[in-house]
Structures are given as C-alpha cells and as structure tokens.
C-alpha cells in the first residue's frame, strides 16, 4: 500500500462545480503540502499545514481552501472550478527531521483533474 | 519570478555516457537542495538531496555538486540507463522558511539505447 494516498485518480468536472481531493498518509508525518503540476512550471505550493492546527497558503491558494480533519488527512476543495484549474495535482508529506534537520517530501501518485 | 530555475526542458542522452541536468535558484536563503524523479502516472519520487554545508554528495550512480556562490547545483548520472528516462525537478528548501519546498520547471531525461 502506498504511504501516501490520494483520491481520486481522475476526475473530470464541470465549470461551476464544487470539488474535493483527499489525501491520507500511514508515514506519521505532521507536515503535509498540496502542489499542482503545469507543463513548463513545475509544481506549485497550494496549501500547505504543519500540523492540525496549522493552515497556511502557498505561492497559488486562490480558488482552493483546504481542511486538515486529522494528522494522517489532508484535503483540498475547489469551491467552484473554472477550465484553468485543470492540472495535475500532488499531495506530499514530510517530518520534521531529526534536530530539526531538513528532510525530503514524499509524494502522492497524483490527481488529474479537467475543469470542462 | 521563479527561484529555483532549470533551464533546460529537455536532454536525450546515449545509454551508458554521462548525464548532467543543472538548476539554477535566487534565493541565498536556500540552505537544502533536493532532486526528484518523476515518471508518467506517478508522484515525484525524492532521488538525492544536499545541504548548503556540503559541496557534493554521491548515492550510487548520482552525485549532486553544488556550487553555492554560483547558486548553481547539478545532478550527474554516470552511466545512465534507459530506466533513467524520466522528468527530473530540483527544489530548495529553507529552515528560515518553514522548509517548505519549491520546485524548478523540470527537465525531461531521455536516454536512448
């Protein structure tokens, strides 16, 4: 089973349309990020929580809110999609380090979600 | 105004010679660099990191070198394999920022038989 989960795989939604992506992970990590895929951009930071309490926004947050229902969850919701939502996107997770040393991301197999 | 920079989208490269994907960033904050791999239908998966303290570090057939008054690090493959065909994206991180992490463009790596 993967660490990281996200569902769905794929979807495809209308413009208008309110939609969710879920995130779950079996690594205990506090820290979990969402970050969208663009050809030519990489990925970028949406959301990104270091622990229950804490919600932060990334580089792109407007037109998305996220919720952090439990330390192994973490999901996304487009409140009312539009066409240039469409992309591929990517959950991660990391821990703190040891010492508070740097750490890597660990990535989910990604959503691709079309905005019609 | 992107920070972390891979100039280059794409390299083809005969199996068994050497590879060399580079990464350029702005941001002298940056105190961890980070190499991923990502196949198509798949999430990124973390390759070979660096912190700012080190020039180079080395795991089997990669090495990463950094070069931090050039803001420059690049990733070396010798001998790349077919296997080794896929997007690779560089990303920085910084302890003054929360060691969030934030990616390059990626380069397409294709290595042909």
């Known amino acids: 089973d993967a660490d990281v989960t996200q569902t769905p795989r794929n979807r495809i939604t209308k413009t208008g349309k309110r939609i969710m992506l879920e995130c779950s992970q079996t690594?205990?990590?506090?820290?979990m990020y969402w970050y969208r895929q663009d050809p030519g951009l990489g990925l970028r930071l949406i959301y990104y929580?270091?622990?229950?309490?804490?919600?932060n926004k990334g580089e792109i947050s407007d037109g998305y809110s996220v919720s952090r229902q439990a330390q192994a969850k973490f999901s996304l919701s487009l409140e009312s999609a539009i066409p240039n939502q469409t992309a591929l996107y990517f959950c991660?997770?990391?821990?703190?380090?040891?010492?508070?040393?740097?750490?890597?991301?660990?990535f989910g197999q990604g959503t691709r979600l079309t905005v019609v | 105004d992107q920070q972390v920079k891979q100039n280059s989208p794409s390299l083809s490269v005969q199996e068994g010679r050497i590879s060399i994907l580079n990464c350029d960033y702005t941001?002298?904050?940056?105190?961890?660099f980070l190499w991923y791999k990502k196949y198509p239908a798949e999430g990124p998966t973390f390759l070979i990191s660096?912190?700012?303290?080190?020039d180079k570090n080395e795991d089997g057939r990669f090495t990463v070198f950094l070069n931090k008054s050039a803001k420059h690090l690049s990733l070396h493959i010798v001998p790349s394999q077919p296997g080794d065909s896929a997007v690779y994206f560089c990303?920085?991180?910084?302890?003054?920022?929360?060691?969030?992490?934030?990616f390059g463009p990626g380069t397409r790596l294709s290595v042909l038989p």
């Open positions: 660096i912190s700012s303290i080190k």
């Open positions: 929580s270091f622990d229950v309490k804490d919600i």
């Open positions: 941001n002298s904050m940056f105190d961890y």
């Open positions: 990303a920085a991180s910084a302890m003054e920022y929360g060691q969030n992490f934030v």
């Open positions: 991660a997770t990391s821990g703190p380090g040891q010492g508070f040393m740097n750490t890597e991301a660990f």
């Open positions: 690594k205990g990590h506090d820290r």
